[in-house]
């Protein structure tokens, strides 16, 4: 078992947190944006940043090359959606995407929005940890964990259409 923090400051045991999300054991905060037969896209759970999606694999995996072909479809068309939602409702102009096969959770591809405040922090890839605990540390508050769930709202109800 792993003990993770949540956003809220909540902090829960699970193998796989990936599996929870997906399979509806943990409810992520604010709910799920948009769901597939193989994939689950949720805002991130640890992070409050407007538009940072994580899109899971429903199926426990690890690597690209264990989709089936009907996976990888699903998955590139709903990348795609999401991006365009987050262009669209969030005016997000810039997306960093992470994946990485040795993750503690299952296959997983990180949506990170690239804000104008995060450029104090860099322009590459080794910006995003800081970036990522800035938000955990300095933005966890009630006014911008408000922000996020109307932004979580917005995608949704852009996504199910």
Known sequence: MRTITLSNGKTIEVECLSCAL??????????????????HGHQDVAYPIKGLIILASKRHIYS??????????????LLSKIRAAQRKVLGIEYVYYFYNEDTTH?????????????????????????????????????????????AISQLTDELSL
């Open 106 to 150: 299952h296959f997983h591809t990180w949506m990170v929005p690239r804000y104008e405040w995060m450029s104090q922090f860099g322009r590459s890839v080794e910006s995003v940890r800081p970036v990522l605990l800035h938000a955990r540390h300095e933005m966890n508050d009630e006014e911008n964990r408000s922000e996020v769930m109307v």
């Open 64 to 77: 690209f090359d264990e989709l089936t072909e009907e996976e990888q479809v699903d998955y590139i068309q």
């Open 22 to 39: 997906t399979s509806g054991i943990i409810e992520p905060e604010g709910g799920v944006v948009v769901e597939t037969k193989h994939f």
